[in-house]
């Protein structure tokens, strides 16, 4: 089984070594991780992103599978390109899996980036915005394209030291996405 590695992981400082860990850990597991990075691309051009795009598209079109690191990046909600490749997948009816290092709910992280309050019976922002608040770690169409096409978002019972380079929910995808494969 060959399997997407989608994540903000490609724009952290180590993240070749973070992608050769994951690919090695499906490896592992007798499946084949397909890494962002692995793409040996110029981007010296205009078009980079463009061929960026395009090559990570032909691996997620290659893949079997999805895990997508749902860890907040940058936000209160996952990285938006990790969501576009959950929904791309999830579209394509592929195997769908997803992990969050952060095991808060969606409302709280919200509020930690300023006061969230009760208005008319809903939740909203500093700025007056709804909060979404199904009870869920995130946004509905993710947490929904997991269950629908794989299985419900991994996190741990708590925040790991490091949010980046812990790997267990990473790796509990990998076994629930090899025991979902078998079972097809």
């Known amino acids: 089984m060959k399997i997407y590695l989608a994540g903000p992981d490609v724009f952290l400082p180590d993240a070749r070594e973070i992608g050769r860990h994951k690919a090695e850990l499906c490896a592992r597991h007798g499946c084949t991780g397909l890494y962002p990075l692995d793409n040996e691309l110029s981007a010296d051009s205009e078009a980079a992103s463009l061929k960026i795009f395009r090559a990570n598209q032909a691996m997620m079109i290659a893949a079997d599978a999805i895990i997508a690191n749902l860890t907040p990046f940058?936000?209160?909600?996952?990285?938006?390109?990790?969501?576009?490749?959950?929904?791309?997948?999830?579209g394509r009816g592929k195997l769908c899996l997803g992990y969050s290092n952060d095991p808060a709910p969606y409302p709280q992280r919200v509020a930690a980036r300023g006061a969230v309050q009760q208005q008319g019976g809903a939740l909203h922002d500093a700025?007056?915005?709804?909060?979404?608040?199904?009870?869920?770690?995130?946004?509905?169409?993710?947490?929904?394209a997991l269950d629908l096409y794989g299985c419900?978002?991994?996190?741990p019972a708590q925040a790991p030291d490091d949010l980046w380079h812990d790997l267990t929910a990473f790796e509990r995808c990998i076994e629930l996405a090899v025991s979902r494969w078998a079972a097809r």
């Open 74 to 90: 940058r936000g209160p909600s996952a990285d938006a390109g990790t969501v576009y490749e959950l929904g791309f997948m999830a």
């Open 152 to 155: 419900a978002l991994v996190t």
């Open 127 to 144: 700025n007056g915005h709804l909060v979404e608040d199904f009870g869920l770690a995130d946004n509905l169409m993710m947490m929904h």
